[in-house]
T-cell receptor
Framework: EPEVTQTPSHQVTQMGQEVILRCVPI?????FYWYRQILGQKVEFLVS????????KSEIFDDQFSVERPDGSNFTLKIRSTKLEDSAMYFC????????????????FGDGTRLSIL | DQQVKQNSPSLSVQEGRISILNCDYT??????FLWYKKYPAEGPTFLIS?????DKNEDGRFTVFLNKSAKHLSLHIVPSQPGDSAVYFC?????????????FGTGTRLTIIP
């Protein structure tokens, strides 16, 4: 079964450094998302991406964050200058184009990248 | 932000019995609801979903019920198996031309007792 792949599984970075989290969505999916889960808290939406542009972003997704689809397979999340509070699990998700009466398609998630900021 | 609530942080059920997980929501714009299962060190795995035009959706041992007037949904697992032990998340979205951000509940840890 096709799956979303995320690398690395764990990233340790010094505060103030840039970090890039990578994702390979399911190949025929067109909608891409990043979520994060701080330890002990809910999974929360960061950003959605479609047709090479951001569709929606949350208030968490400030100027320090950016997303990119540099080629036909990868989807990346960059944090320019990391802060201690960026420590979390970051999940990438993708979903297929809606078709017919199936107007909603479920999002499928990768196994996440654990980001630890020191 | 408590738009999606799972009021039971944990639930224990005997193997072979029915597991019922509950979820409440407050945002009346939500029209698509999903259940995800999560094991430690893995991402959420999609289980089953339901659109607001339905009140029930079934897939094998999993059935989701939606009560729109009460803004409540539930996931029934029958019969429960030891492999069902995991954290279950309820999520909801509002239709937005395919770009539907999910709002998650806090999760319910289900333990199946052999």
């Amino acid at each position: 079964e096709p799956e979303v792949t995320q690398t690395p599984s764990h990233q340790v970075t010094q505060m103030g450094q840039e970090v890039i989290l990578r994702c390979v969505p399911i190949s025929n999916h067109l909608y891409f998302y990043w979520y994060r889960q701080i330890l002990g808290q809910k999974v929360e939406f960061l950003v959605s991406f479609y047709n090479n542009e951001i569709s929606e972003k949350s208030e968490i997704f400030d100027d320090q964050f950016s997303v990119e689809r540099p080629d036909g397979s990868n989807f990346t999340l960059k944090i320019r200058s990391t802060k201690l509070e960026d420590s979390a699990m970051y999940f990438c998700a993708s979903s297929a184009l809606r078709a017919g009466h199936a107007i909603n398609q479920p999002q499928h998630f990768g196994d996440g990248t654990r980001l630890s900021i020191l | 932000d408590q738009q999606v609530k799972q009021n039971s942080p944990s639930l224990s059920v005997q193997e072979g019995r029915i597991s019922i997980l509950n979820c409440d929501y407050t945002n009346s714009m939500f029209d698509y609801f999903l259940w995800y299962k999560k094991y430690p060190a893995e991402g959420p795995t999609f289980l089953i979903s339901i659109s607001s035009i339905k009140d029930k959706n079934e897939d094998g041992r999993f059935t989701v019920f939606l009560n729109k007037s009460a803004k409540h949904l539930s996931l029934h697992i029958v019969p429960s198996q030891p492999g069902d032990s995991a954290v279950y998340f309820c999520a909801a979205s509002a239709t937005n031309f395919g770009n539907e951000k999910l709002t998650f509940g806090t999760g319910t840890r289900l333990t199946i007792i052999p």
